[in-house]
C-alpha cells in the first residue's frame, strides 16, 4: 500500500522559509511525476509545484521563485522548499504522486505564515 506522509510544516514569519518533506513508502520512480498541492480555508485546492520522473518541474505563477521542488530517489522523498513566505501561504499542503493507474494523497500538513 502506497503511503506518502509529509513532515516540516509550522509557523513561520513573513519572509522566512520552510521545507517540507513527503516520504513514500515505495520507490519513487514507480510514479510518473510528484507534485504539492495547498489548500487554505473555503478555496480549493491547487496545485502548487510539480516533478516529473526524469526531473522536470513546474510552478504556480504565485510561487515561482519562491518555492523549489526537489527529490531524492535514495531516500524516496520530494521535498518542497520555502523562501521568502508570505501570509498567503498559509495553508494546508498535500503531497500527491501519481503512477499509471492511481493517483495518491498525503494527509496534509500545516503551514501557517504570520507574525
Known amino acids: 500500500q502506497v503511503q506518502l506522509v509529509e513532515s516540516g510544516g509550522g509557523l513561520v514569519h513573513p519572509g522566512g522559509s520552510l521545507r517540507l518533506s513527503c516520504a513514500a513508502s515505495?520507490?519513487?520512480?514507480?510514479?510518473?511525476?510528484m507534485a504539492w498541492y495547498r489548500q487554505s480555508p473555503g478555496k480549493q485546492r491547487v496545485e502548487v509545484a510539480f516533478?516529473?520522473?526524469?526531473?522536470?518541474?513546474r510552478y504556480a505563477d504565485s510561487v515561482k521563485d519562491r518555492f523549489t521542488i526537489s527529490k531524492d530517489n535514495a531516500k524516496n522523498t520530494v521535498y518542497l522548499q520555502m523562501h521568502s513566505l508570505k501570509s498567503e501561504d498559509t495553508a494546508v499542503y498535500y503531497c500527491?504522486?501519481?503512477?499509471?493507474?492511481?493517483?495518491?494523497w498525503g494527509q496534509g500538513i500545516q503551514v501557517t505564515v504570520s507574525s
Open positions: 515505495v520507490n519513487i520512480d514507480d510514479f510518473n511525476g
Open positions: 516533478i516529473t520522473l526524469a526531473g522536470s518541474t
Open positions: 500527491h504522486a501519481i503512477d499509471r493507474v492511481y493517483t495518491y
